[in-house]
């Protein structure tokens, strides 16, 4: 009875449609590939090329002013970067570092600008809320097979991946944000004749900022994590690390770049939080 | 020539809304249209005037429509029928660009909980109506910084709103609205959220400033004592129509139905009603042409112990009781300056029947009304008692 339909050839047509798009956009996505491939080796070399004691003492700098001037994050910083070099792994915290910066970056200056067109209109939240839920649900992995195929393999697929995995909070938080700002302050708004650009720039998005730079710290640590996991198609970083030891069965060194990761994902979770806690008051 | 003329403002929220005003016209109630076609009918067919400078109250309980009504004068919310002249142009049909210039220059709105933005601080939240209009910095930071004074703020210009008590803020919210120098002011419930107090002493002092001001303010309040002691004139909302529009004395004395009069019946008439109101025509007698014999006469008559004394030109002289009178007469005195009394209890029409008591409560005598020394009327402690009785001696004529 079941079997009475024959099977749908989802599969096949998803395949076909990732091939047509690989080639119709091939003008596209080759420069993108390069030019940006370029532009990201070149950007993580750089941080590699700065002496690490420089870099701890500027991380703990800011974390000392960051935090309000208390000393706690200041001496995990230097701590837990110091034992990820004492490790070897520097050169790896590097590369996943710069990653997440511009994987980062790019989702928030996509995620924002839908955010604010969800928060206006009804129809492109309607539309556009079941696109987010798809691309969160989905299991990360999946985003990794069509990133190969458009960009073949290394720092860029996984940068693809990271913005549709990690832009969904950004966006979301944007939306949010601004549909919560109390109606009376909207409404005082247009009452002394704002234009819909004056009203964004001067009420809405400051009243929503906090809860936009929560959305934006949610949005940094799924980079984070889907910057690991695209070490599995050729990205750099401690990530490659960790798929190594698992390869090769080495509990040891998968158990050291894992805390490499964690200390990472601390620092960068605490910059983000304090950065907005500051500006909320 | 009035600054703001509605005709015919209506607002049905909902989706067919030409029918809900087809079944309006048919005289069916609120309750009726929601039922038949699932539309709230928000206001109905409001039509008033208001003139330059006049403090224009609308009051209704919650749910009459009326911060439904004051938003569609500036269009927060879009009508659905009817028009809002303001200066000969037409606010409920103009464009986008015109109804911010309008906004920009001829409105601005004073919110219930104030509406202040809290990351500025507070010259940035009364420069806010400026910056938007384009000014620069300095000027606009001068314009703000005249209306903070105005409202009694010039020391805490730099704290953030959450910093300023209840008053406070929205003398913030007041300044904010002054700042542009509109035409109309706009004050949606501005003191419903202040504690009694404070709000007795926001109401003197928007009376105060509206003094100089002399701005069209449209003042929408729940709270009738409040009405009745800021409105030049106010109109009663219910059930999204304007069911009365007079001067507080109108609406007290000559409630247009019974809701309005349910809605008075609990006022402190006191407050609200004048000498004027219950003043009577007075018996008084010449000091220039008559003596002791013809006062004593004229009180028998009228039934009085006591008589008023004025010259031909009806200044007040004093009072004269009966038994100074008959005395004078039988110990043949002509002159009533011999016995006239000068000690008059006087008022003056504006004095609310509230003070009236003071005076009255010990004056062996009616007490006089007094307008530049001349005598308009008397008042007898019976008059002051049937008028708080909400009784018919109350005379409107008279003012």
Redesign the interface.
Known sequence: MLDFIPKIPIAEAVSDFTDDITNAFAWLFNPIKNQFGDFMEWSADLLVAIPPIIIILVVALLAFFITGKRIGLAIFSVIGLWLIYNQGLWEELMFTFSLVLIASLLSVIIGVPVGILMSKSKLAENIISPILDFMQTMPAFVYLIPAVAFFSIGMVPGIFASLIFATPPTVRFTNLGIRQVSE??V?????????GT?KLF??EL??A?STIMAGINQTVMLSLSMVVIASMIGAPGLGREVLSSLQRAQVGTGFVAGIGIVILAIIIDRFTQNLNMKKAD | MPVIQVEGLSKVFGKNTKEALKLLDEGKTKEEILKKTGNTVGVNRASFEVEAGEVFVIMGLSGSGKSTLVRLINRLIEPTEGSVMIDGENLAKMDKTNLRRVRREKLSMVFQKFGLFPHRTILENAEFGLEIQGLDKEKRSKKATEALKLVGLGEYIHQKPAQLSGGMQQRVGLARALANDPEVLLMDEAFSALDPLIRKDMQDELLDLQETMKKTIIFITHDLDEALRIGDRIALMNGGSIVQIGTPEEILVNPANDYVEKFVQDVDRSKVLTAEHIMKRPETINIEKHGPRVALERMREVGLSSIYITDAKRNLKGYVTADDASEARKNEVRDLNEILKTDVPTVSKDTTMHDIFEVIHDSPVPIAVVEDGKLLGIIVRGAVIAALAGEGEVNLNNA
């Open positions: 009376e302050l409404e005082a708004s247009d009452a002394f004749g704002s234009t004056q001067k009420v400051p009243m900022k």
